[in-house]
């Protein structure tokens, strides 16, 4: 039987998320519905993607008994109000990355998921691409010896969107792209908590920040840093290095398709898309979609490939970088 979505929000990545889901099995996935703030956008949204049942708010779509698994696809700062509403309905759910505006919004979505015992994921897509579970095949395998550090970094100018620039909206370079470095580097190290954490950061007028720097080190010697920026372009891509050789994921590192280890490249194809795409290698988001399903057959409640513990663990490194930077969103004092 097919695994049903409901969509709450009707914008950029749900597009992308519902044309990356028409690269699967319709006997495997359905998006039977979708839902936002208004009924027309949501009806003009169903009609381009082919979606049966539309609604004008995410309270009716989160009571659709049709409805096994709710993608979560609004603002970041909707996260937490929105989320609790699907979870509290007893609704499986995929949200959106970043999980949640910080720690106490993040540890609320994982009791209300424990309370309803319904599955639960942060959408960190990188790592259920195959390029990525590679990786990890790689360091289970010691394959480049002992790893002593790791680097990434993601740049991307977005200061021409008012989501990326507002505070009100959540941004920052931190929370929207950041996120993608600092859980590669949890992911190197197993979900290890780092020993000290310092950031750097430049920040814009409506206090959020444009660029930062996070040096990071990990139990037995090991080094991390990630450097991030809304403000410019980087390699957006990440080294993993050991003591007998070196893993590179080459740029978009966070929606890969093109793996090097010791100097030999390995190729990842993504399909194409039926449509045009908002962001880069949306199609790649079918894998984040086949894992929840996979772990909804197997009765899982969390994904092993991005536990709970490790999306705790992730939102409290980047409370303590806001917190170095000096970035404080609304939502730090509720
Ligand atoms: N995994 C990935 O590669 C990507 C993930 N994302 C994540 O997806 C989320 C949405 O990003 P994106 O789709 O680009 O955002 P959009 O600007 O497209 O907004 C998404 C939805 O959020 C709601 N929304 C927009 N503005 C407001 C507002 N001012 N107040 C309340 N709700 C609002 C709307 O929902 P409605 O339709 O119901 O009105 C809108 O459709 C973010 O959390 C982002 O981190 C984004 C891009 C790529
Ligand atoms: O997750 C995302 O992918 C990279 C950028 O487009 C960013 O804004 C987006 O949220």
Redesign the pocket.
């Known amino acids: 039987m097919a695994t049903r979505w409901g969509l709450?929000?009707?914008?950029?990545?749900?597009h992308?998320f519902s044309v990356a889901m028409k690269t699967l099995p319709p006997g495997d996935h359905q998006i039977v519905a979708v839902?936002?703030?208004?009924l027309e956008?949501a009806q003009e949204f169903a009609k381009k993607h082919s979606i049966p049942k539309a609604y004008g708010s995410?309270e009716e779509l989160t009571s659709d008994p049709e409805i096994d698994m709710v993608y979560l696809?609004?603002?970041?700062?909707?996260?937490w109000r929105v989320g609790l509403l699907v979870l509290q309905a007893g609704k499986n759910m995929l949200c959106?990355?970043?999980f949640a505006m910080n720690s106490r919004e993040v540890g609320d979505l994982i009791a209300a998921s424990k309370k309803s015992n319904v599955f639960l994921m942060e959408?960190i897509?990188s790592r259920c691409f195959p390029l990525h579970r590679e990786v990890r095949r790689l360091l289970a395998e010691d394959a480049i010896g002992d790893v002593k550090l790791v680097k990434a970094s993601f740049g991307s100018p977005q200061l021409h969107i008012l989501?990326s620039v507002e505070k009100e909206?959540g941004g920052g370079a931190l929370l929207?792209i950041g996120v993608y470095t600092l859980q590669f580097v949890l992911m190197v190290f197993n979900g290890e908590r780092p020993e000290s954490i310092h950031a750097t950061g430049v920040l814009l007028n409506s206090g959020v920040d444009e660029s930062m720097v996070v040096v990071m080190k990990f139990p037995r010697n090991r080094l991390a840093i990630c450097f991030f920026s809304i403000a410019v372009s980087l390699p957006n891509d990440a080294t993993i290095s050991g003591t007998k050789g070196t893993i590179r994921v080459l740029g978009p590192m966070?929606?890969p398709t093109t793996l090097e280890v010791n100097g030999k490249m390995t190729q990842y194809p993504l399909p194409e898309p039926s449509l045009p795409l908002?962001?880069t290698n949306?199609t790649g988001?079918r894998y984040e979609a086949e894992e929840v399903r996979q772990c909804l057959l197997k009765g899982l409640k969390e994904s092993p490939k991005m536990p709970l513990s490790e999306s705790a663990l992730l939102t409290e490194v980047m409370d303590e970088c806001r917190k170095q930077v000096g970035v404080v969103f609304n939502q730090d004092s509720q």
């Open positions: 709450c929000g009707a914008g950029k990545i749900s992308d839902a936002a703030r208004s956008r995410y696809g609004v603002l970041h700062t909707e996260h959106e990355k970043p959408a897509w989501r909206l929207d966070h929606c908002n962001f949306s988001l």
